[in-house]
């Protein structure tokens, strides 16, 4: 990046999955930091960790952490962006925020850099990184939409466990082994940690990501309804979805149809998938290739294959979605946008 400005920057959360991810594209990305805060909770605090080969101690995060700070990276949980991004913003920060606090809030962009980017000039202090889910179904569905617009999307994902917590990577390896041991595995954390039932992960699929709400969905799947209509900017679209968590570390997969309002051709769909930023198209079904959580993971980018009409519906399209949860889906999401912020020009 070439630039001059330098910016005081701030992670909430920089001891944790998501914390760790964003400190390191903000050293590989060479981001323009005059100054880097690492805040935690009071646990993580005192702990040292590297930044450019200097050290620097992790501090409590506070309302009074904020001074100075210019961007502020969340990803410490919902309760502590809504008790500390008010402060911060109040101390002229502005905050980017890897939580649901204030996903739907509608004074707040939502925003996937490769869909809406525009949305982070109507920021009020505060800008949303959607769920992870979400994130890579919309980057690889946008040049869809824009060319030949889209009705209704179902969608059903394979998430990975990652995307609960460093905890409950732990629990599956574990259960992996007990059960490879002859043993019964004792489940304590998925599908939700707070709920009093817990479900063996370990050569399982568990069909519940968070709580479920009245209508019968459970809050992840909602989340993906109501922040795809709001990322598009298209109330009138039809989305449903079903998502499920699988025994995988790193990278979640979605099946994913859709019904376009116009006719199209397959290899017109493909073209625009190869040519949007950000997206790569691994669709060669003579050959067995498509993309896989494996290849995904560790990477920056969404993986598109599986690119089928549908054999009953002329305009129903079927694809393969697969991304890296920790990185499109969050840390690099976040640092998008923040780069965005220090160069409002690209």
Known sequence: MSIQQLFNVAVVGATGAVGEQIRRLL??????????????????AGSTIEFKGQPITVEEATPESFRGVDIALFSAGGDVSKALIPHAVVHGAVCIDNTNAYRMDPETPLVVPEVNLDKINEHKGIIANPNCSTIQMVAALKPIYDRFGISRIIVSTYQAVSGAGASAVTEMLRQSSEVLAGNDPKPAILPVSSLPVKHQIAFNVIPQIDKFQDNGFTLEEMKMIRETKKIMGDESLEVTATCVRVPVVYGHSESVYVELKKDFEIEEIKGLLSDSPGIVLIDDPSGQQYPLATDAAGKNDVFVGRVRRDLSNPRGLNMWIVSDNLLKGAAWNAVQIAEYIAIPQQ
Request: net charge positive; glycine share 0%; hydrophobic share 40%.
């Open 27 to 44: 050293e590989e990305r060479n981001f323009p930091i005059a100054s880097l805060k690492l805040l935690s909770s009071a646990r993580s």
